[in-house]
């Protein structure tokens, strides 16, 4: 428990939000504009849930499949279809070990982070077995990233085992932009269905992009973006 309290009060999810709305109040900021990849999009909905008096504008790219738990639309093991028969025998068992939350502080940071490059790296064998006349990612980008560990895992300590923040959605009013590669592995129904909860959401698809379409459609992302803030 003194390992569980500890976790939550430097890397939980609570002190996330919390770490925004003091960035926003440092920087005497009446509103921000919240841009949030992947988890970082939910990370963003929360707060704008929290605090939607302080939010002008959203913009979420990729939004995880988190904003119900157990996740709707098959969370991380969406890449499964798209893996190899050897690979999924594997990634299998590396799904199991890697949430083995009873011998969770046994291990050490170094030993975590590398659990969550080692779901990078089957998510790029799956990315290039879907796609692979493409080269956004390769293997040493996931090596050579510096990505934490402990830190990975703690908002789902945090979050609990069932939720459910979509009816939430309806307090935030601000305009929002949903993003979605059209050649991601995680499809599009996650994206829409924040939209769906969302009273003032836009949902746009960017082509010729995945998970990353800021990095793999630059120019489309970009006027995207430049649009929905010039608005």
Same mark, same amino acid.
């Given at each position: ?26 920087l005497e900021i009446d509103k921000l504009i919240l841009l949030g990849h ?24 990729? $939004? ?36 083995s939350y009873g011998k969770f502080f046994k291990r050490t940071e170094d ?66 932009l949903v993003i979605h590669g059209e050649q991601d592995l995680f499809g $599009? ?23 990353? $379409?800021?990095?793999?459609? $630059? ?13």
């Amino acid at each position: 428990k003194k390992n569980m309290d500890l976790m939550e009060s430097k890397l939980g999810m609570g002190r996330y939000l919390e770490d925004i709305e003091k960035i926003r109040q440092l920087l005497e900021i009446d509103k921000l504009i919240l841009l949030g990849h992947s988890f970082g999009g939910f990370m963003a909905i929360l707060y704008a849930i929290e605090f939607p008096e302080n939010v002008e504008k959203i913009i979420l790219i990729e $939004p995880a499949d988190m904003i119900q738990f157990p996740p709707a639309h098959g969370g991380l093991n969406q890449i499964e279809p798209w893996l190899s028969d050897n690979q999924l025998k594997d990634y299998k068992a590396f799904i199991k070990e890697y949430f083995s939350y009873g011998k969770f502080f046994k291990r050490t940071e170094d030993e975590l982070a590398e659990l969550n490059r080692e779901y990078g790296k089957y998510y790029i064998h799956a990315l290039n077995n879907r796609f692979p006349e493409k080269d956004w990612l390769q293997d040493s980008s996931v090596e050579d990233e510096m990505n934490g560990g402990f830190a990975g895992h703690a908002p789902f300590f945090s979050l609990g085992r069932k939720y459910d923040y979509r009816p939430l959605l309806s307090k935030i009013d601000s305009p929002v932009l949903v993003i979605h590669g059209e050649q991601d592995l995680f499809g $599009p129904e996650t994206a829409k269905e924040y939209v769906s909860f969302l009273p003032n959401a836009v949902y746009n698809e960017i082509p010729d992009s995945s998970h990353f $379409p800021y990095y793999e459609n $630059p120019e489309v992302f970009g006027r995207l973006i430049e649009t929905f803030l010039n608005q």
